[in-house]
């Protein structure tokens, strides 16, 4: 079976500070791992994903994420948090196929 | 042209009506997909087409029924619907299988207010 799950359904951060968004998964095979995100009203668009290769992955709008097998984690980051990143966050996990599995998602507030 | 368009954008209807949204896609991708999302909530996947043929039916009520003419375009049909299924309904479309990375693309989404 497989599963996402995202720690903390609300997180809010000065702007200027850390952005760590968290997501494990759990999956039968080595899954791809994507981030998206939605602003109000609109769809998701993709930040970032992990296929293969190097386990760091830089994304769009400065966000980076690390795969980390041994703890089954695709945690997001950004270094400094700008005001434009207040969004839902959803990681989501395609172990192969066709099928998306999404976290829960994760508001980002960030407060001026 | 890397880009999903919904139409219409907002759409409002009683629960006699029947109504369709529209979802098109220029890319070559030959998986498409309807997602329904609640507000604060993740999308629920609805049904994924495969090469025109619908591969994922996740148990979704008869009064939607979705429909792919040809492989750029995806509609929804909807007849008789519930207060209950208003939502923002998101189209996607993805790469279809083997080495593909399978990400998905999403659609900017149809809000549906049913009365």
């Known amino acids: 079976a497989q599963s996402v799950t995202q720690l903390g359904s609300h997180v809010s951060v000065s702007e200027g500070a850390l952005v760590l968004l968290r997501c494990n998964y759990s999956s039968s095979v080595p ?31 400065g966000f980076e994420a690390e795969f980390k097998k041994s703890e089954t984690s695709f945690h997001l980051t950004k270094p400094s948090a700008h005001m434009s990143d207040a969004a839902e966050y959803f990681c989501a996990v395609n172990p192969r196929g066709n099928q998306f599995y999404f976290g829960t998602g994760t508001s980002l507030t960030v407060i001026p | 042209d890397t880009e999903v368009t919904q139409t219409p954008k907002h759409l409002v209807m009683g629960m006699t009506n029947k109504k369709s949204l529209k979802c098109e896609q220029h890319m070559g991708h030959r998986a498409m997909y309807w997602y329904k999302q609640k507000a604060k909530k993740p999308p629920e996947l609805m049904f994924v087409y495969s090469y025109e043929k619908l591969s994922i039916n996740e148990s979704v009520p008869s009064r939607f029924s979705p429909e792919c003419p040809n492989s750029s375009l995806l509609n929804l049909h909807l007849h008789a619907l519930q207060p209950e299924d208003s939502a923002l309904y998101l189209c996607a479309s993805s790469q279809e299988g083997g080495a593909s990375y399978n990400e998905q693309f999403f659609g900017p989404g149809t809000r549906l207010t049913v009365l």
């Open chain 1, 31 to 61: 899954p791809y791992l994507f981030w998206y995100v939605q602003y109000p009203n609109q769809g998701l668009q993709l930040l970032l994903k992990y296929t293969t290769g190097a386990t760091l992955v830089k994304g769009i709008n």
